[in-house]
């Protein structure tokens, strides 16, 4: 059983992401890994290309070139924002919390809530049910939900398994009390006793069992999902899209084949962007809209899984057109 | 499922020809890394709906080894 519920009058009024300009393709992996190796990797995991932040870049400036970016379109100033949310692993500190940086850096005022929400995979997902959950609260309108993760900056270089997967990425999102907006359905769940399978150390790099994710996966987050188009009389034949945190294309085919979705409707961003963490949702979403200028509204489905273990699904009417581009940082 | 279904189900999964899959070769023979390791996961979930725990695979040595989950 997962925690599950409905969220009235919210809605996702702008969206926007950041990458670093810095592309990477396989060429160096492959001399570091082998041909063959990284022919099998690009074949099964997916990824060709990936953006790496430069070595003084945090996720933080990712966080801040898409809230300007999002700025620009109106949707939100300094005066009109009631919290700041900063979703990642990789914050700029131990502490304190890089959500209060963010708020001085874009020149929100000082009455605002500002925190960060340490989580990866399933970050976006859970940012959107913490800033709905803000929203139910008096005094509070807009929350400025932010995030991203440079995950490049825990990974080695010889990791054959993580260093050629993420990209670093991050994104920013407005969320608004929106009287009579479509419903946004939730499921959430946590389990702490699989933490061991992605962890990083203070100061250490990230560790991770394939194996223990992958069984993980295929084994929790397509019931989750079932779950919650069956709670809301919905099947996969009448949502637009699922949108899946790009751990890798193996892992989407599995999804998609155990929830029966065509693997049309589950959009791709790690191709070109790698494994983005916490900005994969926001990520792909501005991907897709940037593919198709014309979209509006779309019933989608959204579903964040990984570190934690933790895992999160939204079912929700998303207008597309609020999407705002990815940035070059 | 008969032994030669289950034969090439595993060709399919290690991508070489059903001739080369024979109970008793030893799976770093026939390209044994750890993406293979996640299609036979995936394979036995998705056919036999059994689970596969990451300690339990990496101590597999032979196709057999396979063959024992694939019920």
Not at chain 1, 150 to 160: C, H, N, V, W
Not at chain 1, 221 to 246: F, N, R
Request: hydrophobic share 45%.
């Amino acid at each position: 059983m997962a925690i599950k519920g409905t969220v009235e009058n919210v809605a996702i009024v702008g969206m926007a992401c950041a990458v670093p300009a810095d592309c990477r393709d396989n060429v160096d992996f492959a001399k570091r890994f082998g041909q063959e190796q990284m022919a099998k990797f690009e074949k099964m995991v997916g990824v060709r290309e990936r953006r790496i932040a430069a070595n003084g870049d945090t996720t933080a400036d990712l966080a801040h070139a898409a809230a300007v970016r999002l700025k620009e379109t109106g949707c939100w100033n300094e005066q009109d924002v009631d919290a700041v949310l900063f979703v990642t692993q990789t914050p700029n500190h131990v502490l304190p919390s890089t959500a209060c940086e963010l708020q001085m850096r874009l020149g929100i005022k000082r009455d605002v809530v500002a925190y960060d929400i340490n989580l990866g995979c399933s970050g976006f997902v859970y940012g959107v049910l913490s800033s709905a959950s803000l929203l139910q609260m008096q005094g509070i309108h807009k929350v400025l939900l932010l995030g991203g993760d440079t995950i490049s900056k825990l990974t080695a270089e010889d990791d054959a398994s993580s260093a050629p997967l993420f990209g670093d990425a991050g994104f920013a999102t407005l969320l608004s009390r929106s009287d009579g907006a479509v419903p946004i359905h939730y499921s959430f769940m946590s389990d702490g006793a699989g933490a061991g399978a992605i962890l990083a150390e203070h100061g250490g790099r990230l560790a991770m069992d394939g194996m223990d994710v992958f069984n993980f996966t295929i084994n929790e987050v397509p019931d989750l999902i079932k779950e919650q188009m069956s709670q809301c009389g919905i099947s996969a034949d009448q949502v637009d899209y699922l949108v899946l945190h790009q751990a890798n294309r193996f892992v989407l085919k599995q999804i998609a084949m155990a929830t029966g979705f065509d693997m049309k409707k589950i959009p791709v961003s790690m191709d070109r962007f790698g494994n983005t963490s916490s900005a994969s949702i926001p990520m792909t979403l501005c991907d897709l809209k940037d593919s198709n200028p014309d979209m509006g509204m779309k019933k989608i489905v959204m579903s964040g899984f990984g570190v934690g273990l933790s895992w999160g699904t939204l079912l929700m009417d998303f207008d597309f057109s609020k999407c705002n581009g990815i940035v070059m940082e | 499922m008969e032994l030669n279904e289950k034969i090439d189900i595993l060709a399919d999964v290690f991508d070489c020809d059903a001739g080369e899959i024979k109970p008793e070769i030893r799976l770093d023979e026939i390209g044994w890394d750890s993406m293979t390791m996640l299609s036979v996961i995936a394979m036995v979930k998705t056919r036999f709906n059994k689970k596969i725990a990451g300690v339990q695979i990496r101590e597999f040595k032979t196709v057999q080894d396979i063959l024992n989950v694939m019920e």
